[in-house]
T-cell receptor, first 116, second 113 residues
Framework: AQSVTQPDIHITVSEGASLELRCNYSYGATPYLFWYVQSPGQGLQLLLK??????LVQGIKGFEAEFKRSQSSFNLRKPSVHWSDAAEYFC??????????????FGTGTRLQVTL | DAEITQSPRHKITETGRQVTLACHQTWNHNNMFWYRQDLGHGLRLIHY???????NKGEVSDGYSVSRSNTEDLPLTLESAASSQTSVYFCASSATGVGETQYFGPGTRLLVL
């Protein structure tokens, strides 16, 4: 069975500083990988996803993530954080062999706080 | 614009009552999902559907049921609400195909007293 670990429950960074959120997955083959963001009281919005090809994926709002097969990781990065980036971030993994749709397994999330 | 809506947004109910949470999408997606979100657990899959008349159990399906009579709606029913079902519930939908993006609704916050 697939699983996702987000080792950091809570991270605080200063506005303008760089950010890296960690995500490790467990899956027997190359998975589909996703990062979602959830603002307070809102649903989840897709930031970016990895299917195949280039292991560095660009997303919305200036985020990027790098798939590293050897480390089973898919860390999310942003070079300069804005106060509006304060939210909860979820990494998710989807299997490639599940028929018509990929069920997602989510990590427990990382809450990002941005100080001014 | 296409969207996915959930109602009610907030609900308080009593233990033992039957509760139905609505999910409606205008994306014309075949796939629909229900998740619950709890602190320390992230999102966990309750039920999902790949099309009309199709429903499947997810990771935490005990005490919940769904039915799919049309493409747009996947209502979630708590047969006899329990305090352990106090949670935030999210509905999502996606197009057919492995790895398609799931689009999420705004959530329903349910409190079972």
């Amino acid at each position: 069975a697939q699983s996702v670990t987000q080792p950091d429950i809570h991270i605080t960074v200063s506005e303008g500083a760089s950010l890296e959120l960690r995500c490790n997955y467990s899956y027997g083959a190359t998975p589909y990988l996703f990062w979602y963001v959830q603002s307070p009281g809102q649903g989840l919005q897709l930031l970016l996803k990895y299917f195949s090809g280039d292991t560095l994926v660009q997303g919305i709002k200036g985020f990027e993530a790098e798939f590293k097969r050897s480390q089973s990781s898919f860390n999310l990065r942003k070079p300069s954080v804005h106060w509006s980036d304060a939210a909860e971030y979820f990494c998710a993994v989807g299997a490639r062999n599940t028929g018509t749709a990929s069920k997602l397994t989510f990590g427990t999330g990382t809450r990002l706080q941005v100080t001014l | 614009d296409a969207e996915i809506t959930q109602s009610p947004r907030h609900k308080i109910t009593e233990t033992g009552r039957q509760v139905t949470l609505a999910c409606h999408q205008t994306w014309n997606h075949n796939n629909m999902f229900w998740y619950r979100q709890d602190l320390g657990h992230g999102l966990r899959l309750i039920h999902y559907s790949y099309g009309v008349q199709d429903t499947n159990k997810g990771e935490v399906s005990d005490g919940y049921s769904v039915s799919r009579s049309n493409t747009e709606d996947l209502p979630l029913t708590l047969e006899s609400a329990a305090s352990s079902q106090t949670s935030v519930y999210f509905c999502a939908s996606s197009a057919t195909g492995v790895g398609e993006t799931q689009y999420f609704g705004p959530g329903t916050r349910l409190l079972v007293l």
